[in-house]
T-cell receptor, first 109, second 113 residues
Framework: RKEVEQDPGPFNVPEGATVAFNCTYS??????FFWYRQDCRKEPKLLMS???SGNEDGRFTAQLNRASQYISLLIRDSKLSDSATYLCVDISGTYKYIFGTGTRLKVLA | EPEVTQTPSHQVTQMGQEVILRCVPISNHLYFYWYRQILGQKVEFLVS????????KSEIFDDQFSVERPDGSNFTLKIRSTKLEDSAMYFC???????????FGPGTRLTVT
């Protein structure tokens, strides 16, 4: 069974800190992922894509490590508004997304 | 910015009743999806739909579930005889193409009593 695993957290960090999450995946053929962000009881919203070359968007950096089958998300200079659940999503291969369980981040003032 | 809309935002129904959840995907999108999220759990794929037929469905999507695109704008999920365990948030999503970003609607919270 193809799965995506995440540490549920919560990760409690002070404002301004750098925080990183990992997500492991079991399907060795997977090569395309997204990070989505989900606020409490809201819909998932795309944060960034992750392909073999990684991706950077402002304070956010995502990397894919195919050898170890994990992807990472790094958030620099955390803001209070970054508090949310971050969902790792495998978009490889079929007509569906496979979601991880999500990692909760709380940024503390 | 175009968005996916869903109605109703909250539906309460009694066990055994039929419910229809409605979605209006983004207008130029061709692929449509339903997902569900039980409270405190992960988002789970139910079904994908393209060119007026199901592309893929999960083991959750049994004979009690059906989807339809009754006109050029709506995409519906029907649950024929609801069970307590169908209580969840149901998200509709759409995308331009299969591997492109899926845009999610705000969800319908279904409560089965």
């Amino acid at each position: 069974r193809k799965e995506v695993e995440q540490d549920p957290g919560p990760f409690n960090v002070p404002e301004g800190a750098t925080v990183a999450f990992n997500c492991t995946y079991s399907n060795s053929a997977s090569q395309s992922f997204f990070w989505y962000r989900q606020d409490c009881r809201k819909e998932p919203k795309l944060l960034m894509s992750v392909y073999s070359s990684g991706n950077e968007d402002g304070r956010f950096t995502a990397q894919l490590n195919r050898a170890s089958q994990y992807i990472s998300l790094l958030i620099r200079d955390s803001k209070l508004s970054d508090s949310a659940t971050y969902l790792c999503v495998d978009i490889s291969g079929t007509y569906k997304y496979i979601f991880g369980t999500g990692t909760r981040l709380k940024v503390l003032a | 910015e175009p968005e996916v809309t869903q109605t109703p935002s909250h539906q309460v129904t009694q066990m055994g009743q039929e419910v229809i959840l409605r979605c209006v995907p983004i207008s130029n999108h061709l692929y449509f999806y339903w997902y569900r999220q039980i409270l405190g759990q992960k988002v789970e794929f139910l079904v994908s739909f393209y060119n007026n037929e199901i592309s893929e469905k999960s083991e959750i999507f049994d004979d009690q579930f059906s989807v339809e695109r009754p006109d050029g704008s709506n995409f519906t999920l029907k649950i024929r005889s609801t069970k307590l365990e169908d209580s969840a948030m149901y998200f509709c999503a759409s995308s331009e193409a299969f591997s492109y970003e899926q845009y999610f609607g705000p969800g319908t919270r279904l409560t089965v009593t």
